[in-house]
Protein backbone atom coordinates (compact mmCIF):
# COMPACT_ATOMS: atom_id res chain seq x y z
CA UNK A 1 0.00 0.00 0.00
CA UNK A 2 2.85 2.15 1.33
CA UNK A 3 4.48 1.68 -2.30
CA UNK A 4 1.11 2.59 -3.85
CA UNK A 5 0.85 5.74 -2.76
CA UNK A 6 4.71 6.48 -3.05
CA UNK A 7 4.01 6.04 -6.41
CA UNK A 8 1.15 7.70 -6.69
CA UNK A 9 3.28 10.78 -5.47
CA UNK A 10 5.60 10.70 -8.11
CA UNK A 11 2.74 10.83 -10.53
CA UNK A 12 0.99 14.12 -8.91
CA UNK A 13 4.64 15.57 -9.12
CA UNK A 14 5.53 14.95 -12.20
CA UNK A 15 1.70 16.04 -13.98
CA UNK A 16 2.09 19.35 -11.84
CA UNK A 17 5.47 19.75 -12.55
CA UNK A 18 5.14 19.55 -16.23
CA UNK A 19 1.67 21.34 -16.23
CA UNK A 20 2.91 24.29 -13.70
CA UNK A 21 6.18 24.43 -16.39
CA UNK A 22 3.96 24.72 -19.25
CA UNK A 23 1.97 27.50 -17.56
CA UNK A 24 4.26 29.96 -16.63
CA UNK A 25 6.62 29.25 -19.95
CA UNK A 26 3.39 30.39 -21.22
CA UNK A 27 3.25 32.95 -18.93
CA UNK A 28 6.32 34.38 -19.93
CA UNK A 29 5.64 34.73 -23.59
CA UNK A 30 7.68 31.61 -24.28
CA UNK A 31 6.90 30.37 -28.10
CA UNK A 32 5.34 26.93 -27.19
CA UNK A 33 6.46 23.74 -29.62
CA UNK A 34 3.22 22.36 -30.91
CA UNK A 35 2.70 18.57 -32.20
CA UNK A 36 0.20 16.40 -33.11
CA UNK A 37 -0.29 15.00 -29.51
CA UNK A 38 -0.73 18.96 -28.54
CA UNK A 39 -1.85 21.24 -31.10
CA UNK A 40 -5.37 20.41 -30.89
CA UNK A 41 -5.89 20.79 -26.85
CA UNK A 42 -3.98 24.54 -27.03
CA UNK A 43 -6.28 25.37 -29.95
CA UNK A 44 -9.48 25.19 -27.84
CA UNK A 45 -8.16 25.92 -24.14
CA UNK A 46 -7.32 29.60 -26.16
CA UNK A 47 -9.00 32.06 -27.55
CA UNK A 48 -6.39 33.18 -29.78
CA UNK A 49 -3.30 31.49 -30.99
CA UNK A 50 -0.70 32.72 -33.05
CA UNK A 51 1.02 30.09 -34.87
CA UNK A 52 4.65 29.94 -36.89
CA UNK A 53 4.78 27.24 -39.40
CA UNK A 54 8.45 26.83 -40.25
CA UNK A 55 11.46 25.26 -41.51
CA UNK A 56 14.58 24.70 -39.75
CA UNK A 57 16.60 24.85 -43.29
CA UNK A 58 14.66 27.76 -44.36
CA UNK A 59 16.83 31.29 -43.69
CA UNK A 60 13.12 33.49 -43.44
CA UNK A 61 12.58 31.03 -40.52
CA UNK A 62 15.90 31.68 -38.86
CA UNK A 63 15.90 34.69 -39.49
CA UNK A 64 11.72 34.99 -37.92
CA UNK A 65 12.15 32.89 -34.92
CA UNK A 66 13.79 35.51 -32.68
CA UNK A 67 11.80 38.43 -33.37
CA UNK A 68 8.36 35.90 -33.27
CA UNK A 69 9.84 34.86 -29.34
CA UNK A 70 9.93 39.14 -29.16
CA UNK A 71 6.65 39.46 -30.11
CA UNK A 72 5.37 37.03 -27.46
CA UNK A 73 7.07 38.26 -24.83
CA UNK A 74 5.56 41.67 -25.56
CA UNK A 75 2.25 40.38 -25.24
CA UNK A 76 2.75 38.36 -22.83
CA UNK A 77 3.15 41.62 -20.75
CA UNK A 78 0.08 43.23 -21.36
CA UNK A 79 -2.01 39.71 -21.34
CA UNK A 80 -0.98 37.41 -18.91
CA UNK A 81 -3.68 35.70 -18.13
CA UNK A 82 -3.86 32.13 -19.37
CA UNK A 83 -6.08 31.00 -21.85
CA UNK A 84 -6.21 34.61 -22.97
CA UNK A 85 -3.12 34.06 -25.83
CA UNK A 86 -0.86 31.97 -27.02
CA UNK A 87 2.20 31.94 -29.45
CA UNK A 88 2.93 28.49 -30.87
CA UNK A 89 5.77 27.25 -33.68
CA UNK A 90 4.96 24.01 -36.25
CA UNK A 91 8.47 22.24 -37.25
CA UNK A 92 6.51 21.72 -40.58
CA UNK A 93 8.74 18.91 -41.65
CA UNK A 94 8.61 17.07 -38.79
CA UNK A 95 5.00 17.26 -38.38
CA UNK A 96 4.13 16.76 -41.79
CA UNK A 97 0.24 15.74 -41.21
CA UNK A 98 -0.58 19.35 -39.15
CA UNK A 99 1.47 20.91 -42.14
CA UNK A 100 -0.66 19.36 -44.95
CA UNK A 101 -4.29 20.06 -43.13
CA UNK A 102 -3.57 23.45 -42.39
CA UNK A 103 -2.29 23.84 -46.17
CA UNK A 104 1.00 24.86 -45.67
CA UNK A 105 3.42 26.01 -49.08
CA UNK A 106 5.88 28.74 -47.90
CA UNK A 107 7.83 28.80 -45.08
CA UNK A 108 7.68 30.56 -42.69
CA UNK A 109 3.39 30.98 -42.51
CA UNK A 110 1.93 32.61 -39.91
CA UNK A 111 -1.35 31.55 -39.41
CA UNK A 112 -3.96 32.29 -37.10
CA UNK A 113 -6.16 30.79 -34.76
CA UNK A 114 -9.68 31.78 -32.82
CA UNK A 115 -11.64 29.93 -30.41
CA UNK A 116 -10.04 26.40 -31.72
CA UNK A 117 -10.60 27.35 -35.79
CA UNK A 118 -8.26 28.52 -38.21
CA UNK A 119 -8.59 32.38 -39.49
CA UNK A 120 -9.14 32.14 -43.49
CA UNK A 121 -6.70 35.31 -44.03
CA UNK A 122 -2.71 34.50 -43.02
CA UNK A 123 -0.79 37.24 -41.17
CA UNK A 124 0.79 39.00 -43.68
CA UNK A 125 2.12 42.19 -42.52
CA UNK A 126 5.38 43.73 -41.31
CA UNK A 127 7.96 40.94 -40.13
CA UNK A 128 8.86 43.20 -36.69
CA UNK A 129 8.41 41.99 -33.19
CA UNK A 130 6.07 45.28 -32.68
CA UNK A 131 4.44 44.93 -35.75
CA UNK A 132 3.34 41.02 -34.91
CA UNK A 133 2.35 42.22 -30.86
CA UNK A 134 0.65 45.07 -32.26
CA UNK A 135 -1.29 42.52 -34.66
CA UNK A 136 -2.36 40.11 -32.13
CA UNK A 137 -2.92 42.93 -29.22
CA UNK A 138 -5.81 44.23 -32.22
CA UNK A 139 -7.18 41.14 -32.48
CA UNK A 140 -7.83 40.73 -28.89
CA UNK A 141 -9.73 43.88 -28.28
CA UNK A 142 -13.51 44.19 -28.64
CA UNK A 143 -14.88 43.25 -32.28
CA UNK A 144 -18.55 45.14 -31.14
CA UNK A 145 -18.77 48.69 -31.15
CA UNK A 146 -21.40 49.33 -28.95
CA UNK A 147 -23.88 52.46 -29.78
CA UNK A 148 -25.72 54.54 -27.16
CA UNK A 149 -28.19 55.92 -29.55
CA UNK A 150 -29.75 54.67 -32.96
CA UNK A 151 -29.34 57.59 -34.94
CA UNK A 152 -25.30 56.86 -34.63
CA UNK A 153 -26.40 53.47 -36.26
CA UNK A 154 -27.70 54.97 -39.12
CA UNK A 155 -24.18 57.34 -39.62
CA UNK A 156 -21.71 54.31 -40.24
CA UNK A 157 -20.35 54.01 -43.62
CA UNK A 158 -22.37 52.91 -46.04
CA UNK A 159 -20.03 51.15 -48.39
CA UNK A 160 -19.08 48.18 -45.79
CA UNK A 161 -20.83 45.40 -44.52
CA UNK A 162 -22.23 45.80 -41.52
CA UNK A 163 -23.98 43.44 -38.50
CA UNK A 164 -26.23 44.96 -36.01
CA UNK A 165 -27.26 43.30 -32.76
CA UNK A 166 -30.47 44.59 -30.22
CA UNK A 167 -29.53 42.85 -27.14
CA UNK A 168 -31.60 43.73 -23.38
CA UNK A 169 -28.59 42.95 -21.93
CA UNK A 170 -25.24 41.70 -22.58
CA UNK A 171 -25.13 38.75 -19.96
CA UNK A 172 -27.88 36.51 -21.91
CA UNK A 173 -26.70 33.30 -24.71
CA UNK A 174 -27.83 35.59 -27.11
CA UNK A 175 -25.10 38.28 -26.96
CA UNK A 176 -22.54 35.99 -25.64
CA UNK A 177 -23.19 33.80 -29.21
CA UNK A 178 -23.23 36.84 -30.93
CA UNK A 179 -19.80 38.21 -29.40
CA UNK A 180 -18.05 34.62 -30.18
CA UNK A 181 -19.15 34.95 -34.13
CA UNK A 182 -17.98 38.74 -34.34
CA UNK A 183 -14.80 37.83 -33.03
CA UNK A 184 -13.96 34.87 -35.69
CA UNK A 185 -15.49 37.42 -38.38
CA UNK A 186 -13.71 40.58 -37.16
CA UNK A 187 -12.00 40.76 -39.77
CA UNK A 188 -14.60 40.46 -42.45
CA UNK A 189 -17.61 42.45 -41.27
CA UNK A 190 -18.17 45.24 -38.73
CA UNK A 191 -20.26 44.54 -35.85
CA UNK A 192 -22.72 46.62 -33.71
CA UNK A 193 -24.64 46.52 -30.49
CA UNK A 194 -27.55 48.55 -28.97
CA UNK A 195 -27.92 47.31 -25.47
CA UNK A 196 -30.69 47.91 -22.96
CA UNK A 197 -33.22 50.78 -23.07
CA UNK A 198 -31.97 52.63 -26.53
CA UNK A 199 -32.74 49.04 -28.52
CA UNK A 200 -36.35 48.32 -27.35
CA UNK A 201 -37.44 50.26 -30.35
CA UNK A 202 -35.85 47.53 -32.89
CA UNK A 203 -36.85 44.38 -29.98
CA UNK A 204 -40.55 44.79 -29.75
CA UNK A 205 -40.47 40.65 -30.73
CA UNK A 206 -37.19 40.04 -28.41
CA UNK A 207 -33.36 40.15 -29.02
CA UNK A 208 -32.38 40.24 -33.06
CA UNK A 209 -29.74 40.77 -35.31
CA UNK A 210 -29.61 42.24 -38.31
CA UNK A 211 -27.46 42.41 -42.03
CA UNK A 212 -26.71 46.15 -43.45
CA UNK A 213 -25.19 45.66 -46.78
CA UNK A 214 -23.34 48.34 -48.69
CA UNK A 215 -25.27 51.41 -50.02
CA UNK A 216 -28.79 49.56 -49.36
CA UNK A 217 -29.90 52.53 -46.97
CA UNK A 218 -30.62 50.82 -44.29
CA UNK A 219 -33.00 47.84 -45.97
CA UNK A 220 -31.78 45.61 -43.21
CA UNK A 221 -31.78 41.63 -43.35
CA UNK A 222 -33.26 39.89 -40.53
CA UNK A 223 -31.51 36.95 -39.01
CA UNK A 224 -34.82 34.37 -38.56
CA UNK A 225 -32.53 31.47 -36.65
CA UNK A 226 -31.73 30.63 -33.24
CA UNK A 227 -29.89 33.55 -31.29
CA UNK A 228 -27.77 31.19 -29.17
CA UNK A 229 -27.05 28.81 -32.08
CA UNK A 230 -23.27 29.59 -32.27
CA UNK A 231 -22.70 27.28 -35.04
CA UNK A 232 -26.18 28.85 -36.80
CA UNK A 233 -25.74 32.26 -36.76
CA UNK A 234 -22.02 32.21 -37.88
CA UNK A 235 -23.11 30.25 -41.28
CA UNK A 236 -25.81 33.62 -41.44
CA UNK A 237 -22.71 35.70 -40.77
CA UNK A 238 -20.15 34.43 -42.93
CA UNK A 239 -22.41 34.16 -45.83
CA UNK A 240 -23.39 37.43 -45.52
CA UNK A 241 -19.80 39.03 -44.55
CA UNK A 242 -18.09 36.80 -47.55
CA UNK A 243 -19.83 37.70 -50.66
CA UNK A 244 -19.23 35.42 -53.90
CA UNK A 245 -17.86 38.66 -55.47
CA UNK A 246 -15.44 40.33 -53.46
CA UNK A 247 -13.05 43.49 -54.05
CA UNK A 248 -9.33 43.04 -55.06
CA UNK A 249 -6.80 45.70 -53.09
CA UNK A 250 -3.56 46.26 -53.25
CA UNK A 251 -3.53 44.62 -49.71
CA UNK A 252 -5.07 41.61 -50.23
CA UNK A 253 -3.99 41.00 -53.97
CA UNK A 254 -1.17 38.53 -52.51
CA UNK A 255 -3.96 36.43 -50.48
CA UNK A 256 -6.41 36.37 -53.16
CA UNK A 257 -3.39 35.34 -56.24
CA UNK A 258 -2.46 32.49 -53.32
CA UNK A 259 -5.84 30.97 -53.37
CA UNK A 260 -4.70 29.72 -56.80
CA UNK A 261 -8.00 30.29 -58.91
CA UNK A 262 -8.58 32.61 -62.21
CA UNK A 263 -10.06 36.10 -61.78
CA UNK A 264 -13.09 36.97 -63.41
CA UNK A 265 -12.58 40.68 -63.01
CA UNK A 266 -14.29 43.44 -63.35
CA UNK A 267 -12.71 46.90 -63.64
CA UNK A 268 -14.76 49.36 -63.24
CA UNK A 269 -14.58 53.61 -62.12
CA UNK A 270 -14.69 53.67 -58.52
CA UNK A 271 -18.67 55.97 -58.67
CA UNK A 272 -20.02 53.42 -61.24
CA UNK A 273 -21.73 51.56 -58.54
CA UNK A 274 -24.52 50.46 -60.97
CA UNK A 275 -22.16 47.98 -62.97
CA UNK A 276 -20.77 46.52 -59.85
CA UNK A 277 -24.14 45.75 -59.32
CA UNK A 278 -25.08 44.15 -62.59
CA UNK A 279 -21.88 41.93 -62.37
CA UNK A 280 -22.90 40.88 -58.78
CA UNK A 281 -26.65 39.72 -59.92
CA UNK A 282 -25.06 38.13 -62.92
CA UNK A 283 -21.82 36.19 -60.89
CA UNK A 284 -24.90 34.97 -58.49
CA UNK A 285 -27.38 33.80 -61.35
CA UNK A 286 -24.68 32.54 -63.49
CA UNK A 287 -21.84 31.35 -61.90
CA UNK A 288 -22.18 30.11 -58.58
CA UNK A 289 -21.43 26.76 -59.94
CA UNK A 290 -17.94 28.04 -60.73
CA UNK A 291 -17.33 29.76 -56.74
CA UNK A 292 -14.32 26.66 -56.38
CA UNK A 293 -12.82 27.28 -59.67
CA UNK A 294 -12.82 30.78 -60.20
CA UNK A 295 -12.66 34.04 -57.68
CA UNK A 296 -14.96 36.81 -58.76
CA UNK A 297 -13.69 40.05 -58.36
CA UNK A 298 -14.14 43.98 -58.83
CA UNK A 299 -11.29 46.41 -59.17
CA UNK A 300 -11.25 50.07 -58.76
CA UNK A 301 -9.57 50.69 -62.49
CA UNK A 302 -8.68 53.93 -61.09
CA UNK A 303 -6.07 52.23 -58.94
CA UNK A 304 -5.42 49.18 -61.18
CA UNK A 305 -4.42 51.05 -64.04
CA UNK A 306 -1.31 48.62 -65.00
CA UNK A 307 -3.52 45.93 -65.56
CA UNK A 308 -5.73 47.89 -67.72
CA UNK A 309 -2.84 48.93 -69.59
CA UNK A 310 -1.59 45.67 -69.79
CA UNK A 311 -5.25 45.00 -71.97
CA UNK A 312 -4.48 47.80 -74.01
CA UNK A 313 -6.93 49.64 -72.25
CA UNK A 314 -7.21 52.90 -70.16
CA UNK A 315 -9.54 54.63 -67.82
CA UNK A 316 -11.68 56.37 -70.63
CA UNK A 317 -12.06 52.34 -71.33
CA UNK A 318 -14.05 51.67 -68.27
CA UNK A 319 -15.66 49.08 -67.38
CA UNK A 320 -13.59 46.32 -68.80
CA UNK A 321 -14.16 42.50 -67.92
CA UNK A 322 -11.36 40.17 -68.03
CA UNK A 323 -10.50 36.94 -67.26
CA UNK A 324 -6.57 36.55 -65.58
CA UNK A 325 -5.65 33.04 -65.89
CA UNK A 326 -2.60 33.42 -64.05
CA UNK A 327 -1.06 32.56 -67.50
CA UNK A 328 -2.21 35.10 -69.75
CA UNK A 329 -5.60 38.17 -69.69
CA UNK A 330 -8.51 37.67 -72.27
CA UNK A 331 -11.25 40.39 -72.47
CA UNK A 332 -14.85 39.28 -72.79
CA UNK A 333 -15.42 39.57 -76.45
CA UNK A 334 -18.40 41.54 -75.93
CA UNK A 335 -20.05 44.94 -74.31
CA UNK A 336 -19.42 44.31 -70.75
CA UNK A 337 -23.45 45.18 -70.41
CA UNK A 338 -24.27 42.13 -72.53
CA UNK A 339 -23.00 40.04 -69.18
CA UNK A 340 -26.66 40.43 -67.88
CA UNK A 341 -27.92 38.23 -71.24
CA UNK A 342 -28.61 35.01 -69.53
CA UNK A 343 -25.75 32.21 -70.37
CA UNK A 344 -23.35 34.80 -71.47
CA UNK A 345 -21.53 35.24 -68.95
CA UNK A 346 -21.20 31.80 -68.05
CA UNK A 347 -20.20 30.81 -71.58
CA UNK A 348 -17.09 33.16 -71.12
CA UNK A 349 -16.18 31.27 -68.21
CA UNK A 350 -16.09 27.45 -69.78
CA UNK A 351 -14.33 28.90 -72.89
CA UNK A 352 -11.41 29.61 -70.43
CA UNK A 353 -11.65 25.78 -68.67
CA UNK A 354 -11.94 24.16 -72.51
CA UNK A 355 -8.79 26.39 -73.43
CA UNK A 356 -11.04 28.07 -76.37
CA UNK A 357 -10.02 31.57 -75.57
CA UNK A 358 -6.57 30.80 -75.70
CA UNK A 359 -6.87 28.83 -79.31
CA UNK A 360 -9.50 31.65 -80.76
CA UNK A 361 -7.12 33.90 -79.85
CA UNK A 362 -4.00 32.27 -82.07
CA UNK A 363 -5.99 30.41 -84.41
CA UNK A 364 -9.54 32.82 -84.61
CA UNK A 365 -13.22 31.21 -84.19
CA UNK A 366 -13.19 27.35 -83.37
CA UNK A 367 -15.49 25.32 -85.98
CA UNK A 368 -18.50 24.49 -84.29
CA UNK A 369 -17.77 20.72 -83.71
CA UNK A 370 -14.48 20.59 -82.16
CA UNK A 371 -12.54 17.50 -84.05
CA UNK A 372 -11.99 14.48 -81.33
CA UNK A 373 -8.62 14.70 -81.94
CA UNK A 374 -8.36 18.37 -80.52
CA UNK A 375 -10.41 17.25 -77.28
CA UNK A 376 -8.34 16.29 -74.20
CA UNK A 377 -9.35 13.13 -71.55
CA UNK A 378 -9.65 15.73 -68.81
CA UNK A 379 -12.11 18.04 -70.99
CA UNK A 380 -13.77 15.21 -72.50
CA UNK A 381 -14.97 13.97 -68.74
CA UNK A 382 -15.28 17.81 -67.67
CA UNK A 383 -12.29 18.25 -65.73
CA UNK A 384 -10.31 21.14 -65.24
CA UNK A 385 -7.68 22.20 -63.01
CA UNK A 386 -8.30 25.16 -60.82
CA UNK A 387 -5.16 27.21 -63.16
CA UNK A 388 -6.23 26.18 -66.26
CA UNK A 389 -2.68 25.60 -68.68
CA UNK A 390 -2.82 27.73 -71.97
CA UNK A 391 -2.29 24.34 -74.29
CA UNK A 392 -0.55 26.02 -77.19
CA UNK A 393 1.60 23.44 -78.28
CA UNK A 394 2.74 19.55 -77.03
CA UNK A 395 5.00 20.17 -74.42
CA UNK A 396 2.76 22.65 -72.40
CA UNK A 397 5.77 25.20 -73.03
CA UNK A 398 5.13 28.98 -74.02
CA UNK A 399 5.31 29.72 -77.32
CA UNK A 400 5.76 33.32 -77.47
CA UNK A 401 4.11 35.38 -80.83
CA UNK A 402 3.50 38.20 -82.06
CA UNK A 403 -0.54 36.94 -81.34
CA UNK A 404 -0.36 35.86 -77.70
CA UNK A 405 -2.41 37.10 -75.21
CA UNK A 406 -1.51 39.33 -72.81
CA UNK A 407 0.48 37.89 -69.85
CA UNK A 408 -0.90 37.79 -66.21
CA UNK A 409 -0.22 40.86 -64.25
CA UNK A 410 -1.80 39.44 -60.86
CA UNK A 411 0.48 36.57 -61.04
CA UNK A 412 3.08 38.91 -59.99
CA UNK A 413 1.48 40.09 -57.06
CA UNK A 414 1.81 36.07 -55.64
CA UNK A 415 3.95 35.85 -52.39
CA UNK A 416 7.36 37.24 -52.99
CA UNK A 417 10.14 34.67 -52.89
CA UNK A 418 12.24 37.33 -51.00
CA UNK A 419 10.11 36.88 -48.12
CA UNK A 420 9.37 32.67 -48.24
CA UNK A 421 10.48 29.63 -49.34
CA UNK A 422 8.16 28.64 -51.37
CA UNK A 423 7.11 24.88 -52.17
CA UNK A 424 5.92 24.14 -55.01
CA UNK A 425 6.08 27.28 -57.14
CA UNK A 426 3.99 25.92 -59.95
CA UNK A 427 1.05 25.83 -57.64
CA UNK A 428 1.02 29.84 -57.68
Same mark, same amino acid.
Given at each position: ?7 ? &?? %? ?24 ? &? ?9 ? %????? #? ?11 ? /? ?12 ? /? ?12 ? =? ?18 ? =? ?8 ? =? ?55 ? %? ?67 ? #? ?68 ? %? ?31 ? @? ?31 ? @? ?20 ? &? ?20
Amino acid at each position: MDLRKKAM &SI %VHFVVYTFLTSFIFSTARGDVVQLVS &SNMQNILLTNE %VVFVN #FYADWCRFSQILT /PIFLEASNKVSEEF /PQSGKVVFGKVDAD =RESAIAAENHISKYPTLKLY =RNGQVMKKEY =RGQRTADALANYIKEQLKDPIQQHTTLQSLDEMDDKQRHIIGYFGHQENEAYKTYLK %VATTLRNECNFHAAIGPVSEPERLGGDNIVYRAPNTKRQDVKYLGVLNNYDELLQWATNKCMPLVREIT #FENAEELTEEGLPFLILFHHPDDTAIVEKFNNAVNQELLGERTSVNFLTADGLKFSHPLHHLGKSASDLP %VLAIDSFRHMYIFPRNTNDMSEPGVLKQFVQDL @HSGKLHREFHHGPDPTTTPPSQVSDEESEGKTD @HIPHDTNDNNNEEVKSPTSPPE &STFKKLAPSENRYTILHKDEL
